[in-house]
């Protein structure tokens, strides 16, 4: 077999501060004893859920609480890798990513759990949305001045070509949650295979599997409300709350461009010029992507591109591309974006993700600043980051001529 040869390049940046849990998981080869530790702490959750119930758990006991449920999480991922591996090899991260290697189709979770993660669909929305009703509901947010709304997750994305999804592309992109607001992960840049059948005696090929250390930063994405009026806000609690989800769309709608702008100039990413036309400029694109070992499953499109190609016909009137049973586009599910004219983004949508902060997206009410007009506003902000663990996954397709 031939060997590979790993160049590493480290960024100079400070290490990782995300907040360590006071039970660090140790790497136990025995996996009863990690059973038995996580039935304790299973047992001791549920006496502290009670006193959630009756309302007399104390703050000490709220964050205890929350590092229990810390510890679960890895004791879990621990108990499952040592099922699946007996030989006992410790627990780690695969390529930096979050762990979703299989694209679209009803992944699970296979990397280390550094944080809850998932996908934003259009229901987790829903109980977001579903969440922030039921706080105004018990507690009066115009009168108490802010709320939080953790960002929900789902363990499967929306697939696309079903009816339903209309969040782009965070119908697609995995989120996971940061213990900080800086934190660090590993992003391969080059990926060249020269592995080959080598007779005895005969130099061994070279494989070259660039990575580097990419320190991740969350930036606060935010915006405002108009003034309303003070009594109209609390004579229709509908109307606060349709406020509040046009706001937090509005915030999830940005981190979206954010998105398309960085996979569409990440250093190291493949490009691929107009040839002939759209369909088939596509079409080589992702065979660049497969060609590396990728599996590209996503391309990103302006509403004019997709609707040229859904709409070309033959000499005879019959659509060239469009099929009933199935709207994906040269096998890849198309995601309409507000990005470059005639420029498309083919991409493995497990080498990119989104992170968020563990706070979520949070409501703010300013009743301060015109109180004499008896008039307030709302802000709406959460802290995000794009994340790409694989450059080369990613593909800017030129999809048409000068």
Same mark, same amino acid.
């Given at each position: 077999?031939?060997?590979?040869?790993?160049?590493?390049?480290?960024?100079?940046?400070?290490?990782?501060?995300?907040?360590?849990?006071?039970?660090?998981?140790?790497?136990?080869?025995?996996?009863?004893?990690?059973?038995?530790?996580?039935?304790?702490?299973? +047992?001791?959750?549920?006496? #502290?859920?009670?006193?959630?119930?009756?309302?007399?758990?104390?703050?000490?006991?709220?964050?205890?609480?929350?590092?229990?449920?810390?510890?679960?999480?890895?004791?879990?991922?621990?108990?499952?890798?040592?099922?699946?591996?007996? =030989?006992?090899?410790?627990? !780690?991260?695969?390529?930096?990513?979050?762990?979703?290697?299989?694209?679209?189709?009803?992944?699970?979770?296979?990397?280390?759990?550094?944080?809850?993660?998932?996908?934003?669909?259009?229901?987790?929305? %829903?109980?977001?949305?579903?969440?922030?009703?039921?706080?105004?509901?018990?507690?009066? +947010?115009?009168?108490?001045?802010?709320?939080?709304?953790?960002?929900?997750?789902? %363990?499967?994305?929306?697939? #696309?070509?079903?009816?339903?999804?209309?969040?782009?592309?965070?119908?697609? #992109?995995?989120? %996971?949650?940061?213990?900080? =607001?800086?934190?660090?992960?590993?992003?391969?840049?080059?990926?060249?295979?020269?592995?080959?059948?080598?007779?005895?005696?005969?130099?061994?090929?070279?494989?070259?599997?660039?990575?580097?250390?990419?320190?991740?930063? +969350?930036?606060?994405?935010?915006?405002?409300?108009?003034?309303?009026?003070?009594?109209?806000?609390?004579?229709?609690?509908? #109307?606060?709350?349709?406020?509040?989800?046009?706001?937090?769309?509005?915030?999830?709608?940005?981190?979206?461009?954010?998105?398309?702008?960085?996979?569409?100039?990440?250093?190291? =990413?493949?490009?691929?010029?107009?040839?002939?036309?759209?369909?088939?400029?596509?079409?080589?694109?992702?065979?660049?992507?497969?060609?590396? !070992?990728?599996?590209?499953?996503?391309?990103?499109?302006?509403?004019?591109?997709?609707?040229?190609?859904?709409?070309?016909?033959?000499?005879?009137?019959?659509?060239?591309?469009?099929?009933?049973?199935?709207?994906?586009?040269? !096998?890849?599910?198309?995601?309409?974006?507000?990005?470059?004219?005639?420029?498309?983004?083919?991409?493995?949508? =497990?080498?990119? !993700?989104?992170?968020?902060?563990?706070?979520?997206? @949070?409501?703010?009410?300013?009743?301060?600043?015109?109180?004499?007009?008896?008039?307030?506003?709302?802000?709406?902000?959460?802290?995000?980051?794009?994340?790409?663990?694989?450059?080369?996954?990613?593909?800017?397709?030129?999809?048409?001529? @000068?």
């Amino acid at each position: 077999m031939g060997s590979a040869k790993v160049s590493v390049g480290q960024a100079t940046t400070a290490p990782d501060t995300a907040r360590q849990s006071p039970y660090p998981l140790e790497n136990h080869m025995d996996i009863s004893v990690l059973k038995a530790e996580l039935s304790a702490i299973q +047992l001791k959750a549920s006496a #502290l859920g009670d006193k959630i119930k009756a309302n007399t758990i104390t703050d000490g006991e709220s964050a205890e609480l929350e590092s229990m449920a810390d510890r679960a999480v890895a004791l879990k991922a621990q108990i499952t890798h040592l099922e699946k591996n007996p =030989s006992g090899s410790p627990l !780690g991260d695969t390529a930096g990513d979050y762990g979703w290697d299989e694209g679209l189709n009803g992944q699970k979770p296979t990397g280390t759990p550094a944080g809850e993660k998932g996908f934003i669909t259009p229901a987790s929305v %829903k109980r977001m949305a579903a969440a922030q009703v039921a706080q105004i509901e018990a507690k009066g +947010l115009v009168a108490n001045g802010s709320n939080v709304i953790p960002v929900e997750f789902d %363990k499967t994305p929306q697939v #696309l070509a079903t009816p339903g999804a209309n969040l782009g592309i965070l119908d697609v #992109l995995a989120v %996971k949650t940061r213990g900080s =607001s800086k934190y660090t992960y590993v992003r391969q840049s080059v990926r060249t295979n020269n592995a080959a059948v080598v007779p005895a005696g005969s130099l061994k090929p070279t494989s070259v599997f660039t990575v580097e250390e990419v320190e991740g930063e +969350l930036d606060v994405v935010a915006h405002m409300s108009e003034y309303v009026g003070t009594y109209l806000l609390k004579d229709n609690d509908a #109307l606060e709350s349709f406020l509040v989800s046009e706001l937090r769309a509005g915030i999830l709608a940005k981190v979206a461009e954010l998105a398309v702008a960085e996979f569409a100039s990440v250093t190291g =990413s493949q490009t691929q010029a107009f040839v002939d036309n759209a369909m088939d400029s596509i079409y080589l694109a992702a065979s660049k992507a497969a060609a590396l !070992g990728y599996n590209p499953d996503v391309v990103l499109l302006p509403r004019a591109t997709f609707d040229a190609i859904m709409l070309a016909k033959d000499a005879d009137g019959n659509y060239l591309y469009r099929k009933s049973e199935d709207s994906r586009i040269n !096998g890849l599910h198309p995601v309409i974006i507000e990005g470059a004219a005639d420029q498309a983004i083919v991409l493995d949508s =497990s080498k990119v !993700g989104i992170s968020v902060d563990k706070q979520g997206v @949070e409501t703010k009410w300013d009743s301060i600043s015109r109180f004499e007009y008896n008039e307030l506003r709302a802000l709406v902000e959460g802290r995000f980051a794009i994340d790409v663990f694989a450059a080369p996954a990613i593909v800017v397709v030129e999809t048409a001529g @000068e």
